[in-house]
Nanobody, 118 residues
Framework: QVQLVESGGGLVQSGGSLRLSCAASASIFVFDIMGWYRQAPGKERELVAAITSGGSTNYADSVKGRFTISRDNAKNTVYLQMNNLKPEDTAVYYC????????????WGQGTQVTVSP
């Protein structure tokens, strides 16, 4: 069982930056896609950014131009660089890894809190 462990969350003022890290307990090449999701209080979990094993990326419209997802295969780690943070970015951020088989298998981290003050 591969484990995903997030770090890097915290409290930041509006306009500030944070970098989230997601460290996997095994090679991240086992995942076809890795991504970051977030869930704010009272809202559904939503996709923020994703990166394929080949390095292709996609982003939610709300974070395009501000967030960047990247991966370091040697360190088995995926990052989310978040710039120009806004109060509406406040949420618990979760790392996700997907393995495509007959049925997609999802792996989740425990989540890290990001709070952006006005």
């Amino acid at each position: 069982q591969v484990q995903l462990v997030e770090s890097g969350g915290g409290l930041v003022q509006s306009g500030g930056s944070l970098r989230l890290s997601c460290a996997a307990s095994a090679s991240i090449f086992v995942f076809d896609i890795m991504g970051w999701y977030r869930q704010a209080p009272g809202k559904e979990r939503e996709l923020v950014a994703a990166i394929t094993s080949g390095g292709s990326t996609n982003y939610a419209d709300s974070v395009k131009g501000r967030f960047t997802i990247s991966r370091d295969n040697a360190k088995n780690t995926v990052y989310l660089q978040m710039n120009n943070l806004k109060p509406e970015d406040t949420a618990v951020y979760y790392c996700n890894g997907k393995i495509s088989a007959v049925k997609t298998i999802d792996f989740w981290g425990q989540g890290t809190q990001v709070t952006v003050s006005p």
